[in-house]
C-alpha cells in the first residue's frame, strides 16, 4: 500500500512562492504518474499537474501554466510542486496522488489509487 505524505502548505502573500513536496512509501513510487490536486472551499477537486513515471511527459493545468512547475526525484521518492506568483485564487487545499496510469490522473481522477490527505495554502491579497 503506497502511502504519501504532503508538505510545505502554509500562508504566503500574493506574488509569493511556496515548494509542496510529497513523499511516498509503501511501493515502487518510480513506477507511478504523479499529480498535484486542489480543492477550495465550495468547489470541486481540480486537477493542478502532473507528471508520467519517469519525468518526461507533464501537464499544467492553463490557470497555473507559466507559474507552476511539477518535478519529480525517484531516488528521493518525492514529487514537487513549485509555485510561483501565487495569487489569492490560488488558495486551497493540495492533494498529491498517485497511479500507474498518468491517463487516470489527468482524465479519471475519481479512479486514482493513491492520495495523500492535504496541506493547505492560504494566498493573502
Known amino acids: 500500500q503506497v502511502q504519501l505524505v504532503e508538505s510545505g502548505g502554509g500562508l504566503v502573500q500574493a506574488g509569493g512562492s511556496l515548494r509542496l513536496s510529497c513523499s511516498a512509501s509503501g511501493g515502487t513510487f518510480s513506477t507511478y504518474a504523479m499529480g498535484w490536486f486542489r480543492q477550495a472551499p465550495g468547489k470541486e477537486r481540480e486537477l493542478v499537474a502532473a507528471i508520467s513515471w519517469n519525468g518526461e511527459n507533464t501537464y499544467s493545468a492553463e490557470s497555473v501554466t507559466g507559474r507552476f512547475a511539477i518535478s519529480r526525484d525517484n531516488a528521493k521518492n518525492t514529487v514537487y510542486l513549485q509555485m510561483n506568483s501565487l495569487k489569492p485564487e490560488d488558495t486551497a487545499v493540495y492533494y498529491c496522488?498517485?497511479?500507474?496510469?498518468?491517463?487516470?490522473?489527468?482524465?479519471?481522477?475519481?479512479?486514482?489509487?493513491?492520495w495523500g490527505k492535504g496541506t493547505l495554502v492560504t494566498v493573502s491579497s
Open positions: 496522488a498517485g497511479d500507474q496510469m498518468l491517463y487516470t490522473i489527468r482524465f479519471d481522477h475519481e479512479r486514482v489509487d493513491y
